[in-house]
């Protein structure tokens, strides 16, 4: 089954620790997100890439890095620098063309990291 | 500015009633896409239907409907003959093409009990 798969599910860390996410996608899809959730609130951008070795910075970019190094694959990392890390943390992906101007997103089943 | 707004934060409706979950937008974009997702209490991003500024039809997805009307810039999602498993989180979307199309802001979402 085609689809997108996040992990771990759940983390935790200590603070002052890099920790990496991983978002892995068989759906052949181009564009890769990165959001944040917080309790009771919507979804924020944190990475976007559109294709393989680009990438671009969302609204809430400082203290997270990525890659896009293969189609697949889009991993963020959570440094040390992100003052309030706890949070969920969702992945999804989107391709292009079939008919609409926008397509929507297929999403992960998120992880939700605990800084201790 | 780029805004989705949901005045609702909480909603109650008995099963098998339907229920209109409103979404405002703000754009000055001509072309955008708008979204509806729903997030159940397991954190997984569902798509449930899409509209572009452009379609002229109301979009329907079996039990779903948005009701788009441009110039009051309100995309609500109505949800007919309301089941048990529609209790979650709904979230309007919307992506502007002045990004390109790849940036997606996210309302603060509504939270839909369903009473049997």
């Known amino acids: 089954d085609g689809g997108i798969t996040q992990s771990p599910k759940y983390l935790f860390r200590k603070e002052g620790q890099n920790v990496t996410l991983s978002c892995e996608q068989n759906?052949?899809?181009?564009?890769m997100y990165w959001y944040r959730q917080d309790p009771g609130q919507g979804l924020r951008l944190i990475y976007y890439?559109?294709?393989?070795?680009?990438?671009q910075k969302g609204d809430i970019a400082e203290g997270y890095s990525v890659s896009r190094e293969k189609k697949e694959s889009f991993p963020l990392t959570v440094t040390s620098a992100q003052k309030n890390p706890t949070a969920f943390y969702l992945c999804?992906?989107?391709?292009?063309?079939?008919?609409?101007?926008?397509?929507?997103?297929?999403f992960g089943p998120g992880t939700r990291l605990t800084v201790l | 500015a780029q805004k989705i707004t949901q005045t609702q934060p909480g909603m109650f409706v008995q099963e098998k009633e339907a229920v209109t979950l409103d979404c405002t937008y703000d754009?000055?974009?001509?072309?955008?896409?708008l979204f509806w997702y729903k997030q159940p209490s397991s954190g997984e991003m569902i798509f449930l239907i899409y509209?572009?500024?452009?379609?002229?039809q109301n979009a329907t997805e079996g039990r779903y409907s948005l009701n788009f009307q441009k110039a009051r810039k309100s995309a609500n999602l109505v949800i007919s003959a309301s089941q048990l498993g529609d209790s979650a989180m709904y979230f309007c979307?919307?992506?502007?093409?002045?990004?390109?199309?790849?940036?997606?802001?996210f309302g603060a979402g509504t939270r839909l009990f369903v009473k049997a």
């Open positions: 999804a992906s989107s391709s292009g063309g079939g008919g609409r101007l926008f397509n929507e997103q297929f």
């Open positions: 759906l052949n899809h181009d564009a």
């Open positions: 890439s559109q294709i393989v070795n680009d990438f």
């Open positions: 754009t000055s974009d001509q072309s955008y896409g």
């Open positions: 509209q572009g500024s452009y379609d002229e």
């Open positions: 979307a919307m992506r502007p093409g002045s990004t390109g199309g790849f940036k997606t802001i």
